[in-house]
């Protein structure tokens, strides 16, 4: 069955306000996690990553935070501009499975209003 | 830098009738995957390779899906029979390090 998921499948936020995505998943034994941007009609984009052994990591505008007594995950982009208009993904990379491919979840769809 | 290429874009065709799909990942990638992503859903890994050998297939139908990468760099997916549940786009992705994947645009194949 699917370990990783999203609690909401669409998320509407005004231009210039920050957005929060979150992302439940399953597997304890996972030890590193994604967050991957899709636009319409494109592959998922890399944006960014965070290991078990860290509850924080920043990159330009993005923030992720890893909670992992209760098994969360957040992307927090910072002033929401009108190219961040995607489906987000988080995807976790189980340990002991034997494969190194990623498991994703149903995915956000964040929607900026002007 | 160039990035997973991957072709045809779009394919139609009946159900029952065969169908490839071609990849040619980043160069000097080792690991090759396929991904299958059903309208409204995230990717679904079907086959991993690692240079020219299998990694992990056990999501993949193999009554009708196979994969082969034999020189180790670009890369098939064939369907065969297809039926109508196979309408999907199907990523191929390429890593250098086991973590970080890097998508194609994928091939949206429609079985009518």
């Known amino acids: 069955g699917e370990s990783v998921g999203l609690h909401l499948p669409t998320l509407s936020v005004q231009e210039g306000d920050n957005s929060i995505i979150n992302c439940a998943y399953s597997?304890?034994?996972?030890?590193?996690f994604i967050w991957y941007k899709q636009e319409s009609g494109k592959g998922p984009q890399f944006i960014i990553d965070i290991r078990s052994n860290m509850d924080k990591r920043q990159g330009q505008r993005v923030t992720v935070l890893l909670n992992k007594t209760v098994k969360h995950l957040s992307l927090q982009i910072a002033a929401t501009q009108p190219g961040d208009s995607a489906v987000y993904f988080c995807?976790?990379?189980?340990?002991?499975?034997?494969?190194?491919?990623?498991?994703f979840g149903k995915g956000t769809h964040l929607i900026i209003q002007p | 830098e160039a990035g997973v290429a991957q072709s045809p874009r779009y394919k139609i065709i009946e159900k029952r009738q065969s169908v490839a799909f071609w990849c040619n990942p980043i160069s000097g990638h080792a690991t090759l995957y396929w991904y299958q992503q059903i309208l409204g859903q995230g990717p679904k890994l079907l086959i991993q390779f690692q240079n020219n050998g299998v990694v992990d297939d056990s999501q993949l139908p193999k009554d009708r899906f196979s994969a082969e990468r034999l020189k180790g760099v670009d890369s098939t997916l064939k369907i065969q029979p297809a039926k109508l549940e196979d309408s999907a786009v199907y990523l191929c992705?390429?890593?250098?390090?086991?973590?970080?994947?890097?998508f194609g645009q994928g091939t949206r194949l429609t079985v009518v």
């Open positions: 992705a390429s890593s250098l390090y086991i973590s970080e994947a890097f």
């Open positions: 597997n304890s034994a996972s030890d590193y």
């Open positions: 995807a976790e990379n189980p340990t002991g499975g034997g494969a190194d491919g990623l498991t």
